[in-house]
C-alpha cells in the first residue's frame, strides 16, 4: 500500500509529556501538511513542510509545538508539554506538488489524561 | 480571516435519489478546491478537485464551481446507504497559502 502512513494510530500521553507524531508521505510525494481535528469542530491546517523546509507554518500554534521533515525519514510534529486541550485527531496529507491534491493518512488520535 | 461555510445538516436523501451538498467561500482569490469525505473516525478521503468554474464529473459525483458567486457545490447522483458520510468542502487560498481552509462539513443520510 503506497498511501500516506502515520504512526502511532492512538498514543495515550499524561499532562507534561512529549507526544511525536510520524507521518511518511505517498511514494513520489514530497509535501507534507498537518492538520488538526478537535472534538466537534473543523480540521484546521497547522504546517506545511518541504523535505528540510518548513514552508507554511502560519497554523502552528507558538509555543510547545514543532514539525520537521528531514532528509531522510518521516515528517515529525512534536507537541511538548501536552495539556488536555491538545487531545484530538492529528492528520497528515501530502501531494505530489505544491498547490496539487492531498491526500490523508489515517491519522494520530492523542488523547491527554 | 478566511471561512468555508456549509450547511451542518444532517440532510437526508432516499436511496437512489440525488445528494446535493453546498459550499460558500470568502476569499475571492481562491484558487482551488475540493471535497472531501469523512466517515466516523476515519480520515478524509479525497472525492473531487475543482479548479476552474463549471461542472466536472467523475461517476455517480459531479463538481459544480461558480467562483463569481463564491459557492461550490457536490451532486451525488443515485445516493447509496454507503454514501451515508460527512462530506467536507476545502479552499485552497493560494497566494502563497498552501493549507487548506475546511468547512465543518455536512452530515449526509442516505435512507434506504
Known amino acids: 500500500n503506497a498511501g500516506v502512513m502515520q504512526n502511532p494510530r492512538h498514543l495515550v500521553r499524561r499532562r507534561g509529556q512529549e507526544a511525536r507524531l510520524r507521518c511518511s508521505p505517498m511514494?513520489?510525494?514530497?509535501?507534507v501538511y498537518w492538520y488538526r481535528q478537535l472534538p466537534e469542530e473543523g480540521l484546521k491546517f497547522m504546517v506545511y513542510l518541504q523535505k528540510e523546509n518548513i514552508i507554511d507554518e502560519s497554523g502552528m500554534p507558538k509555543e510547545r509545538f514543532s514539525a520537521e521533515f528531514p532528509k531522510e525519514g518521516p515528517s515529525i510534529l512534536r507537541i511538548q508539554q501536552v495539556v488536555r486541550g491538545d487531545s484530538a485527531a492529528y492528520f497528515c496529507?501530502?501531494?505530489?506538488?505544491?498547490?496539487?491534491?492531498?491526500?490523508f493518512g489515517p491519522g494520530t488520535r492523542l488523547t491527554v489524561t | 480571516q478566511k471561512e468555508v461555510e456549509q450547511n451542518s445538516g444532517p440532510l437526508s436523501v432516499p436511496e437512489g435519489a440525488i445528494a446535493s451538498l453546498n459550499c460558500t467561500y470568502s476569499?475571492?482569490?481562491?484558487?482551488?478546491f475540493f471535497w472531501y469525505r469523512q466517515y466516523s473516525g476515519k480520515s478524509p478521503e479525497l472525492i473531487m478537485s475543482?479548479?476552474?468554474?463549471g461542472d466536472k464529473e467523475d461517476g455517480r459525483f459531479t463538481a459544480q464551481l461558480n467562483k463569481a458567486s463564491q459557492y461550490v457545490s457536490l451532486l451525488i447522483r443515485d445516493s447509496q446507504p454507503s454514501d451515508s458520510a460527512t462530506y467536507l468542502c476545502a479552499v485552497n487560498p493560494g497566494g502563497g497559502a498552501d493549507g487548506l481552509t475546511f468547512g465543518k462539513g455536512t452530515h449526509l443520510i442516505i435512507q434506504p
Open positions: 496529507a501530502s501531494s505530489p506538488f505544491r498547490g496539487d491534491e492531498q491526500y
Open positions: 511514494k513520489g510525494h514530497s509535501h
Open positions: 476569499d475571492r482569490g481562491s484558487q482551488s
Open positions: 475543482i479548479y476552474s468554474n
